[in-house]
């Protein structure tokens, strides 16, 4: 686990730690003055000891430069190559600067060439690797723009806008390609919540802007310059927004609170049996803590989200109680519907009330609104002033008596377990605060930014990113 993770508090300070103290309290003395402020101490010390841990990862990571004629990796051999080679590495509190020469594996003409150092290190995309994990989680909360700021504003040393950019987008479609593997190895060392006694899951689309290249039949329609363009645009975009997915795994204790949600989400062309598998692992997970307990799918009633049951049958055993219900909202939102085209403004005889008593306390409350909108239907004939009227109703009948079966509410709602698809909605919500913002467009980058955010939302960042960094390491060893 990240040292992040640990607890640090210490209940003596032990000898060196007192040296180490006397000399910032000398350093922040000699910088600031007597007639400091607090606050001005403060920032002081914070910048002493910044200097201090740079020089420090400096020295350490110089201390893993090799300079053998060849080296071991995994079995194969490399050979220094002749010519001098620097790069430079962004760390929390600054560049660090390397000089070591590459080495190219040995028996094949132009073959593959590394840096022993990053491999030792374990660098990820020109990042020291616990600085990759801070701005992986920074830019699945923002922008590269909004996580410069945060990065400074926390007293460390940000690269520029573009380099996160590009590096985070490449750290991040790693990521997504091992998603499955890294949400596993977060279970593996995260036990479930205490107190499960009921799980939801579901699946839901939400809508993001990608920019795609256009289609070259429309271009003859598009406005032509009237002065030449000297430099050469690239290439014509148009800009469409696609269905990603999103789904959820939800613990709720035996009041109906719940305990915590596991959030995904990926893009518009993703597989998306593979994440309702994804989904489904976690409520296995969860499920192996009480194997009794219930599993509910809770989603609206599009047919694209079958994926999900599809999922939990293969997941769990047959004996698993299993509930498919449609969203308890989406059923009323169709019913309300009714009500505002149908009935006098303001809703007088509060049909409202009445659908949402019925649904919530009679197990064949949606047998009884059924009949009751076919005899609401038989109440406008077929004119021009109706059919508003007439389409509102056609539409909760059509819908209701397809999924009347996933709407009997009442026995769960009086038992405390969960009717809504509120986890999975808030999720598209809280993906979109990430990728919709104002004029956004997504072009590369998305898959990666929706992987590291549905880890962070789901706490489990620090959890999956030791399985992470791990591919980036590998033993080095001078060849005899």
């Keep these: 686990m990240p040292l992040s993770n640990r607890s640090l508090a210490y209940s003596e300070p032990t000898a060196a730690m007192v040296s180490a103290l006397d000399f910032i309290d000398e350093e922040v003395a000699r910088l600031t003055g007597p007639d400091s402020t607090f606050e001005e101490r403060e920032d002081a010390a914070f910048s002493v000891m910044r200097g201090m841990f740079w020089h420090r990862g400096d020295r350490d990571l110089q201390s893993l430069v090799t300079s053998a004629d060849e080296v071991e990796v995994e079995g194969r051999r490399y050979r220094r190559m002749s010519q001098s080679s620097s790069t430079c590495y962004a760390g929390a509190w600054g560049r660090h600067v390397v000089n070591e020469p590459l080495y190219r594996q040995v028996g094949i003409h132009n073959g593959p060439t590394i840096k022993p150092i990053e491999l030792r290190a374990g660098v990820v995309e020109h990042m020291l690797p616990s600085f990759a994990r801070i701005v992986g989680e920074f830019m699945a909360e923002g922008t590269s723009r909004k996580a410069v700021r945060l990065l400074r504003a926390v007293g460390l040393a940000p690269p520029s806008r573009a380099f996160l950019e590009k590096r985070a987008t490449r750290m991040g479609a790693e990521i997504a390609a091992t998603a499955a593997a890294l949400e596993e190895a977060a279970r593996a060392v995260q036990p479930p919540p205490k107190g499960v006694a009921s799980v939801s899951c579901g699946l839901d689309r939400m809508t993001v802007r990608k920019a795609e290249e256009a289609d070259p039949a429309l271009l003859n329609d598009r406005p032509k310059r009237s002065t030449p363009y000297l430099r050469k645009p690239p290439p014509p975009k148009d800009y469409h927004y696609r269905m990603a997915w999103v789904g959820t795994a939800t613990a709720y204790d035996i009041d109906g609170n719940e305990l915590h949600t596991w959030r995904f989400a990926v893009e518009n062309d993703a597989d998306r049996d593979a994440l309702a598998d994804r989904v489904a692992a976690d409520v296995r997970w969860l499920v192996g803590s009480n194997p009794r307990i219930p599993v509910h799918c809770i989603q609206d009633g599009a047919p694209e989200l079958s994926a999900m049951p599809a999922a939990i049958k293969r997941a769990l055993p047959e004996d ?138 789901s706490d489990r960042w620090n959890h999956a990113w030791p399985a992470y960094a791990t591919t980036h390491r590998k033993e080095v060893r001078d060849a005899a």
């Design 320 to 457: 698993t109680p299993l509930r498919e219900l449609v969203d308890f909202k989406h059923t009323i939102d169709y019913l309300e519907k009714v009500v505002d085209a149908c009935e006098p403004t303001g809703d007088p005889n509060n049909w409202k009330s009445w659908y949402w008593h019925t649904l919530l306390n009679e197990d064949d409350g949606i047998d009884k609104i059924l009949r009751k909108l076919r005899r609401v239907a038989e109440k406008f004939p077929r004119t021009e002033d109706n059919e508003r009227a007439r389409a509102a109703v056609a539409a909760a009948i059509s819908y209701i008596r397809r999924r009347k079966a996933k709407m009997r509410y009442a026995s769960h709602y009086a038992a405390k377990l969960p009717i809504g698809s509120g986890a999975t909605e808030g999720t598209c919500w809280l993906m979109q605060e990430r990728v919709k913002k104002p004029g956004q467009s997504w072009e590369d980058g998305l898959p990666g930014t929706l992987a590291m955010r549905s880890l962070v939302l």
